[in-house]
């Protein structure tokens, strides 16, 4: 199985920038495309997808969201983070089943 | 508007059975594969199955395979996960989800509200 691994929680000040990490075991590149997506949730509410593809933005998210990264290092920034920007995070790929999350990192106000 | 409702969750003994529908709106259901994903309380996601939209390739995760079924009715709108073998370890917030279609690659683009599912004597 494709292991994802992110840091537990994050600190960060409103209109700050925070860069939220996804490390995964293996590459999940292929062919130039990645098989990396972030998702948003927040207390009580189903996951919202935010970037697929490791950094396209889903339909409806700010600008203000942004990916990056290929292989095995990627990483989503929010900046500058508002205050409804305060959820917990998760990355996810798609390159093998199973399918498999990463742990989620909690933003959470410095 | 793209709607997924799900329902048929509750409280079931450890060894019993349940079964979860999941209605689709707003959007032409056989043209897409659909999946459930689980979150246990106050834990992070889990993949639980997919399933194709013609139902030709089906997946599972070593968890629960051999004990859960999905399956869909593309003239009913609906998808389903049928829960056998129940164990404390089930317990979770069940959510079905759409793939997204846009792209090269299987993503959620859509997720349901979810129902909870408790697994206990």
């Known amino acids: 199985d494709i292991v994802l691994t992110q840091s537990p929680a994050l600190a960060v000040s409103l209109e700050q920038r925070a860069t939220i990490s996804c490390k995964t075991s293996?590459?999940?590149?292929?062919?130039?495309?990645?098989?990396m997506h972030w998702y948003q949730q927040k207390p009580g509410q189903q996951p919202k997808l935010l970037i697929y593809e490791g950094s396209n933005l889903a339909s409806g998210i700010p600008a203000r969201f942004s990916g990056s990264g290929s292989g095995t290092d990627f990483t989503l920034t929010i900046d500058p983070v508002e205050a409804d920007d305060i959820a917990t995070y998760y990355c996810q790929q798609s390159k093998d089943y199973p399918r498999t999350f990463g742990g989620g990192t909690k933003l959470e106000l410095k | 508007e793209v709607q997924l409702v799900e329902s048929g969750g509750g409280l079931v003994q450890p060894g019993r059975s349940l079964k979860l529908s999941c209605l689709a709106s707003g959007f032409t259901f056989s043209n897409y594969g659909m999946n459930w994903i689980r979150q246990a309380p106050g834990k992070g996601l889990e993949w639980v199955a997919s399933?194709?939209?013609?139902?030709?390739?089906?997946y599972y995760a070593d968890t629960v395979k051999g004990r859960f079924t999905i399956s869909r009715d593309n003239a009913k709108n609906t998808l389903y996960l049928q829960m056998t073998s129940l164990r404390s370890e089930d317990t979770a917030l069940y959510y079905c989800a759409r793939h997204g279609n846009y792209g090269y690659t299987p993503y959620f683009d859509y997720w349901g509200q979810g129902v909870m599912v408790t697994v206990s004597s």
């Open positions: 399933i194709s939209s013609s139902s030709s390739y089906i």
């Open positions: 293996q590459n999940v590149d292929n062919y130039g495309i990645s098989y």
